[in-house]
């Protein structure tokens, strides 16, 4: 089993920076790919940013240039590096970790971009 605890959520005003952390414990030994997700009222689940375990990182057109997504391997920690927010990027924020053969949910933090 793994458990995931986020945090870094938060309000934050149009353009401005927020960084998201999910730390990994328990069976972490085989983690895999680390992801962050989104989800917006009313919207489906989104793919927001995905590293692979060889630090392979891939994201979302929407938040090409401003989002990235490091890893800290010895901490078993995956980071949103959050910059140049707008109002459209306000979901609640969902880190997923891949631990062969599962997948792993965080509980979820909220980021609320003001206009």
């Known amino acids: 089993q793994v458990q995931l605890v986020e945090s870094g959520g938060g309000l934050v005003q149009t353009g401005g920076s927020l960084r998201l952390s999910c730390a990994a414990s328990?069976?972490?030994?085989?983690?895999?790919?680390m992801a962050w997700y989104r989800q917006a009222p009313g919207k489906q689940r989104e793919l927001v940013a995905h590293?692979?375990?060889?630090?392979?990182?891939i994201y979302a057109d929407t938040v090409k240039g401003r989002f990235t997504i490091p890893r800290d391997n010895a901490k078993n920690t995956v980071y949103l590096q959050m910059n140049s927010l707008k109002p459209e990027d306000t979901a609640v924020y969902y880190c997923?970790?891949?631990?062969?053969?599962?997948?792993?949910w965080g509980q979820g933090t909220q980021v609320t971009v003001s206009s």
């Open positions: 997923n970790v891949e631990v062969i053969p599962k997948g792993y």
């Open positions: 328990g069976s972490t030994f085989s983690i895999n790919a």
């Open positions: 590293i692979n375990s060889g630090g392979i990182a």
